[in-house]
């Protein structure tokens, strides 16, 4: 399929043609932006390619509007069209798309057409100022279904150029969507919209789904008549274990960098945070004391766990060095702080505080001790997690009436739902394996 086809995709030029990109900043303070322009996909100079050419160009278009930072060039601004005579330059008439205000412009050609079969696409990207090439990339073998992949790709790349990180559209959301009651199975979706997908189908609920960082698993909590347990969905197998821990309600699960799970065990007193070996047992205690430790998170080196605690009364953000063991307090404002999720790169933990106007998400800088509110509401926003490229963050939230994932960043900014139909819960990320 195409994820080996395009395994073999080569870059269209040697990597000493091309030049630095222009960095888009998107961790430091202030919302950098650049502006894309895209121009006309061609089967050959001047034909304008209109079966899977335009298609593939709706799907890059809808890809890049999910980034607050880039802004795309309205066509009708550009004099003289987007249709050019080549798509590199001498022959492709970049000025028109500097002129319609482009720092950037992306041309598509289709060399042995663009209707029907498997067809062949080369896309690359430009500045506009000089024409210096960015980079580029040729899809063979790509056929109308393989569309929405070539898409991601091509964003993930370019995203990749201009941040340092492409993660988010190699990304697959997982979370929980409420069939009935005592009714929730773990589904899977593009944070775009695409590849829904429903990976269980079991009697009871499911909750709190997170990814294994490998791509392979997904971990869960489990409630039915009789049990709580840890659900373990396998990627490889298509098939749901649950394991259970007699007597212990289960809380909260989560990934260690090496695919070891973190999770919250109560057997009626206070809940401990275990970390399990490679086949679900209990290998040592994380955090425990006499209150409620609950929702471990850990960054991309397996060093920092960020947890939620009520050791000073209401729940409240932690963060615990596990080389030293010392603990440390986060969130220092409000009385009812939870749900905690630590960024990859240690720097921030998001979380969601009960204020007057409902759940917020804020953020909390670990650098700076800066703390930013990310989420205004209305409604209730809860559940929130990040991206691995650590900007990108999902949330749950009520404001559309029913609940909904909504993605925002570590800056904040207006939020962006994902269209999923149902009530959707405890969105998190992760890169599945044999997409990277």
Not at 146 to 164: I, K, N, Q, S
Not at 205 to 220: Q, Y
Not at 258 to 280: D, E, M, R
């Given at each position: 399929m195409l994820r080996k086809?395009?395994?073999?995709?080569?870059?269209?030029?040697?990597?000493s043609q091309a030049v630095a990109a222009p960095r888009v900043d998107i961790y430091g303070p202030g919302q950098n932006v650049v502006n894309l322009g895209l121009a006309a996909p061609l089967t050959a100079p001047n034909a304008e390619a209109r079966?899977?050419?335009?298609?593939?160009?709706?799907?890059?278009?809808?890809?890049?509007?999910?980034?607050?930072?880039?802004?795309?060039t309205d066509p009708k601004t550009?004099?003289?069209?987007?249709?050019?005579?080549?798509?590199?330059?001498?022959?492709?008439?970049?000025?028109?798309?500097?002129?319609?205000?482009?720092?950037?412009?992306?041309?598509?050609?289709?060399?042995?057409?663009?209707?029907g079969g498997t067809r062949t696409v080369q896309m690359r990207a430009?500045?506009?100022s000089g024409g210096a090439r960015l980079f580029g990339k040729e899809y063979p073998n790509v056929s109308s279904r393989d569309l929405p992949e070539v898409a991601d790709r091509f964003c993930a790349d370019l995203l990749e150029v201009l941040t340092g990180n492409g993660s988010f559209f190699r990304s697959t959301l997982c979370f929980v969507l409420k069939k009935g009651k005592m009714s929730s199975q773990v589904c899977l979706v593009k944070p775009t919209g695409r590849d829904f997908r429903q990976i269980t189908n079991i009697r009871g609920e499911a909750m709190s789904p997170a990814w294994s960082p490998d791509g392979r698993f997904i971990v869960f909590t489990h409630i039915d008549e009789r049990s709580h347990s840890l659900g373990v969905w396998d990627l490889k197998s298509r098939r749901v274990q649950r394991v259970r821990f007699p007597g212990d309600v289960v809380i909260g699960p989560s990934f260690l960098p090496n695919n070891k799970v973190a999770v919250a065990l109560s057997n009626g007193k206070y809940p401990v945070i275990y970390q399990l070996n490679h086949v679900f047992k209990k290998e040592r205690v994380l955090e425990s004391d006499s209150s409620i430790n609950v929702s471990p998170t850990f960054?991309?080196?397996?060093?920092k766990m960020a947890f939620t605690s009520s050791r000073l009364g209401g729940p409240q953000i932690f963060m615990k060095?596990?080389?030293?063991?010392?603990v440390t307090r986060v969130s220092q404002n409000g009385s009812y702080n939870t749900e905690a999720n630590l960024s990859p790169d240690g720097t921030l933990v998001v979380f969601s505080r009960l204020t007057s106007y409902g759940q917020r998400i804020f953020v909390q800088d670990l650098v700076t001790g800066a703390e930013t509110q990310v989420s205004f509401g209305p409604g209730s926003d809860e559940q929130?997690?990040?991206?691995?490229?650590?900007?990108?963050?999902?949330?749950?939230?009520?404001?559309?009436?029913?609940?909904?994932?909504?993605?925002?960043?570590r800056h904040g900014g207006d939020a962006k739902r994902?269209?999923?139909?149902g009530d959707a819960f405890f969105p998190r990320w992760g890169i599945p394996s044999g997409t990277r």
């Amino acid at each position: 399929m195409l994820r080996k086809i395009l395994a073999v995709a080569i870059f269209l030029f040697a990597a000493s043609q091309a030049v630095a990109a222009p960095r888009v900043d998107i961790y430091g303070p202030g919302q950098n932006v650049v502006n894309l322009g895209l121009a006309a996909p061609l089967t050959a100079p001047n034909a304008e390619a209109r079966q899977m050419g335009a298609t593939l160009q709706k799907l890059v278009s809808d890809n890049l509007s999910f980034l607050p930072f880039m802004r795309l060039t309205d066509p009708k601004t550009v004099l003289g069209g987007t249709v050019l005579a080549g798509v590199e330059p001498p022959a492709a008439d970049f000025n028109r798309f500097q002129l319609a205000g482009s720092d950037i412009v992306v041309t598509t050609i289709w060399p042995s057409g663009d209707s029907g079969g498997t067809r062949t696409v080369q896309m690359r990207a430009f500045e506009t100022s000089g024409g210096a090439r960015l980079f580029g990339k040729e899809y063979p073998n790509v056929s109308s279904r393989d569309l929405p992949e070539v898409a991601d790709r091509f964003c993930a790349d370019l995203l990749e150029v201009l941040t340092g990180n492409g993660s988010f559209f190699r990304s697959t959301l997982c979370f929980v969507l409420k069939k009935g009651k005592m009714s929730s199975q773990v589904c899977l979706v593009k944070p775009t919209g695409r590849d829904f997908r429903q990976i269980t189908n079991i009697r009871g609920e499911a909750m709190s789904p997170a990814w294994s960082p490998d791509g392979r698993f997904i971990v869960f909590t489990h409630i039915d008549e009789r049990s709580h347990s840890l659900g373990v969905w396998d990627l490889k197998s298509r098939r749901v274990q649950r394991v259970r821990f007699p007597g212990d309600v289960v809380i909260g699960p989560s990934f260690l960098p090496n695919n070891k799970v973190a999770v919250a065990l109560s057997n009626g007193k206070y809940p401990v945070i275990y970390q399990l070996n490679h086949v679900f047992k209990k290998e040592r205690v994380l955090e425990s004391d006499s209150s409620i430790n609950v929702s471990p998170t850990f960054d991309k080196t397996g060093t920092k766990m960020a947890f939620t605690s009520s050791r000073l009364g209401g729940p409240q953000i932690f963060m615990k060095d596990l080389s030293s063991g010392a603990v440390t307090r986060v969130s220092q404002n409000g009385s009812y702080n939870t749900e905690a999720n630590l960024s990859p790169d240690g720097t921030l933990v998001v979380f969601s505080r009960l204020t007057s106007y409902g759940q917020r998400i804020f953020v909390q800088d670990l650098v700076t001790g800066a703390e930013t509110q990310v989420s205004f509401g209305p409604g209730s926003d809860e559940q929130p997690s990040f991206c691995a490229d650590s900007y990108f963050i999902a949330f749950s939230s009520s404001r559309g009436g029913q609940r909904s994932i909504y993605l925002t960043t570590r800056h904040g900014g207006d939020a962006k739902r994902v269209p999923v139909k149902g009530d959707a819960f405890f969105p998190r990320w992760g890169i599945p394996s044999g997409t990277r």
